[in-house]
């Protein structure tokens, strides 16, 4: 059975559907959580910690999947969210918060030695959603959830010229907006 099979009976309920869907899609869970954490050594946590925590937030009712790509992409917005949100946990903890164990700070840890600042970067994707709803998206989807151009234009009802334009332009946007 195909995947938009399964997560269309999820949604109505069928719970083998549900655990079908998601251990079908769990490797290429753990691929993008893998790639948003690469580069990172001395540490214990697996990429698999995200994508659980991610799906927790994911298997909560109110969803409408239309396709595994549509899956992607809220899996990469609950990712962001994920990584966004301990982030600032942390720099809470760091301007003289108390001390506790934080499952995924490598993976923030991974975004700053990338010299990538995540609060900076969600607050850039945040503005940029305000200017250029459907740059954000694109670069939600590229970034966050590994997604080919084709696989966003798919989600995103777009051509994929469409796409590799607005992911240029996106990622010009962001740049400037970071670095100024």
């Known amino acids: 059975m195909d995947i938009t099979r399964?997560?269309?009976?999820?949604q109505e309920g069928d719970?083998?559907?549900?655990?079908?869907?998601?251990?079908?899609l769990s490797d290429e869970l753990r691929n993008v959580a893998a790639r948003l954490m690469r580069g990172q050594a001395g540490h214990t946590l697996q990429p698999t910690a995200l994508v659980n925590e991610s799906y927790l937030k994911l298997s909560g009712p109110g969803h409408e999947?239309?396709?595994?790509?549509?899956?992607?992409?809220?899996?990469?917005k609950t990712m962001r969210s994920v990584l966004v949100?301990?982030?600032?946990?942390?720099?809470?903890?760091?301007?003289?918060?108390?001390?506790?164990?934080?499952?995924?700070?490598?993976?923030?840890?991974?975004?700053?030695e990338q010299h990538i600042d995540l609060l900076a970067l969600d607050a850039a994707i945040e503005?940029?959603?305000?200017?250029?709803g459907r740059e954000a998206s694109i670069v939600e989807l590229r970034y966050f959830a590994g997604l080919t151009i084709d696989?966003?234009?798919e989600v995103l009802d777009l051509s994929p010229a469409t796409?590799?334009?607005?992911?240029t332009t996106a990622r010009a946007w962001l740049y400037r907006f970071m670095t100024t």
């Open 127 to 132: 503005r940029l959603a305000q200017d250029c």
């Open 151 to 153: 696989e966003v234009a």
């Open 15 to 24: 719970r083998d559907a549900a655990a079908r869907a998601f251990s079908a």
């Open 6 to 10: 399964l997560l269309q009976l999820a």
């Open 65 to 76: 999947w239309k396709s595994r790509s549509h899956f992607l992409a809220y899996a990469a």
């Open 85 to 112: 949100d301990h982030a600032r946990r942390k720099q809470a903890l760091v301007r003289g918060g108390g001390w506790q164990r934080e499952p995924l700070t490598p993976a923030v840890l991974w975004y700053e």
């Open 163 to 167: 796409v590799k334009r607005d992911w």
